[in-house]
């Protein structure tokens, strides 16, 4: 039975996915090189653990949300592969690791932005790839 083709909404959820971890990814890898600057720009708020665990929160809803969704239409599981050993990489981030050393709690959550991000990316292109049987209405 033919999969029907992603709608553009979850293509568009799982770019913004792709896009909020890889930032996640930066975020937390320059973070501890930029912390006496960010003051004086104004955004003390991205030191902040709320705002920092408000966005992991985020990334893990929304990465769940359409790889769960794109695994249901393609069946390929590369993308939950990524996606799970990222999201454990973010929790840890976020919670056991906030109680060692700033490096330890920034590669974890960098490498877990990292490969949730490429989750996303490998989920959109399989999607692309995907071969959608179309039916006598569909115009391209």
């Known amino acids: 039975m033919a999969q029907p083709p992603p709608s553009r909404a979850w293509q568009?959820?799982?770019?913004f996915g792709a896009v909020a971890s890889f930032l996640c990814a930066?975020?937390?890898a320059v973070l501890p090189f930029v912390l006496a600057l960010l003051p004086l720009l104004g955004l003390q708020f991205l030191a902040d653990v709320r705002f920092e665990r408000a966005f992991v929160v985020?990334?893990?809803?929304?990465?769940l949300l359409t790889l769960v969704n794109g695994y249901r239409r393609?069946?390929?599981?590369?993308?939950?592969?990524?996606?799970?050993?990222?999201?454990?990489?973010?929790l840890l981030g976020v919670t056991v690791a906030e109680q060692y050393q700033l490096a330890l709690?920034?590669?974890?959550?960098t490498?877990?932005?990292?490969l949730?991000?490429?989750?996303?990316?490998?989920?959109?292109?399989?999607?692309?790839?995907?071969?959608?049987v179309h039916g006598p209405g569909c115009v391209h």
């Open 105 to 109: 709690h920034a590669t974890l959550v």
């Open 74 to 90: 393609h069946h390929r599981p590369v993308p939950l592969m990524l996606a799970f050993p990222g999201l454990s990489l973010l």
């Open 111 to 114: 490498c877990g932005g990292v």
């Open 58 to 63: 985020f990334a893990c809803a929304l990465a």
């Open 26 to 28: 930066v975020h937390c």
């Open 116 to 132: 949730l991000a490429s989750a996303h990316f490998v989920n959109l292109r399989i999607d692309r790839r995907q071969p959608h």
């Open 12 to 15: 568009t959820a799982d770019r």
